[in-house]
């Protein structure tokens, strides 16, 4: 039943553009017949209006609402905050803490993503670092997980050799991942978890020898459910390394990541559990590396990603339409930008060709 729906949900994707030319929510009575005759993706769409709706309209959003416009604008979306923490999210993810190692539960999406996520991160400090002794790649590599949960993703680094540190600021998270690393003793000297936020142990580091302390920073489906990017950026630069790298994964802004991301995954297939995502905090490719530049790291490279709900398995793919992961370094000192400039003037960079699959539709 459920294949069908998602096999309903892409053909209506794929005839959304023919559709969409003669349709308009607020329209007449002809529009509401073309309406009803459109995909499940208009459908959606159409729920995404209403909830949209239902909210307090900014004065500034004066364009028509129509099926393209339903999308709140950027500036809008994003709030400054002084905590990378939302305390929504805290609750939400506190009722998840004791299922993060259920691979056929709400995470098991997590644990197949490690068949892409740990070799991109792998291969890219290798090409920076060389390899460590065999058997263990990422030996002498200092770790930092950000949003750790349950520690899905530290495990396995630390079986690369590596030393990790998870942090997460769900402590019933942060006590289901030390349970289950207590299971294996290769593990009890590689790795380590605190329950505290990532602006907290930035903090804490800096009066002493210096933060720089990590290779690599890590946040993996994590920045989705962020109150506030910029400090999140800033404190990343502030605990790396000069030429350290930053490993993200996250979705992108699209009306393409809202129909699949939200409405197919939480509620028709029921691979995340409903409620888990808000498409207001999505960021795009683009956005992000912008983001990034402005603090100091440099770019290296984005890739989308895709997950097969049939067989439960991501692939990568050209277009990061959806899912995408991206991996950033940071520049020495001397070259951060100076964030009153960066927002002032344009990037001093061409779009790279990956900026133009960005998957915005």
Not at 134 to 146: E, F, T
Not at 234 to 251: A, E, M, N
Request: charge should be negative; proline fraction near 5%; glycine fraction near 8%.
């Amino acid at each position: 039943m459920y294949s069908k729906k998602f096999g309903r949900l892409v053909y209506g994707l794929c005839t959304e553009t023919k559709a969409l030319r003669s349709a308009n929510i607020k329209g007449s009575s002809s529009s509401d017949t073309s309406i009803r005759v459109l995909s499940s993706w208009t459908v959606c769409k159409h729920q995404r209006y209403h909830s949209l709706q239902s909210k307090p309209h900014d004065k500034r959003d004066s364009q028509p609402n129509t099926l393209w416009n339903i999308r709140p604008q950027a500036s809008s979306i994003r709030q400054v905050s002084h905590t990378t923490v939302d305390p929504g999210e805290v609750k939400k993810f506190q009722s998840l803490a004791d299922k993060w190692w259920d691979q056929q539960g709400e995470f098991g999406a997590l644990h197949s993503m490690n068949d892409l996520r740990v070799p991109f991160i792998r291969d890219n400090l290798l090409s920076i670092h060389g390899s460590g002794r065999p058997g263990s790649p990422l030996a002498g590599l200092r770790i930092l997980d950000v949003g750790c949960g349950g520690g899905l993703l530290t495990e396995p680094l630390g079986r690369l050799g590596a030393d990790v540190l998870g942090v997460d600021p769900v402590e019933d998270s942060i006590r289901t991942a030390e349970l289950h690393c207590s299971f294996d003793p290769q593990l009890r000297s590689r790795v380590r978890y605190r329950a505290c936020t990532l602006e907290e142990l930035a903090q804490e580091e800096e009066p002493e020898a210096g933060t720089e302390d990590f290779h690599a920073v890590v946040a993996s489906e994590v920045v989705e459910h962020l109150a506030d990017l910029d400090i999140f950026a800033s404190c990343c630069y502030q605990v790396l390394k000069p030429g350290g790298s930053l490993f993200i994964t996250t979705i992108n802004k699209t009306n393409l990541s809202y129909a699949l991301g939200i409405v197919a995954a939480e509620q028709v297939l029921g691979i995340v559990p409903s409620g888990t995502h808000d498409w207001e905090k999505f960021i795009s490719p683009v956005d992000l590396e912008r983001l990034l530049e402005a603090s100091g790291f440099q770019v290296e490279s984005i890739r989308g990603m895709l997950f097969n709900p049939l067989s439960g398995s991501w692939c990568w793919t050209e277009s990061t339409a959806i899912n995408y992961a991206l991996h950033a370094v940071k520049r020495s000192e001397d070259l951060e930008p100076h964030r009153a400039h960066a927002e002032t003037e344009e990037p001093e960079y061409e779009t790279p060709p990956r900026a133009a699959a960005s998957g915005q539709n």
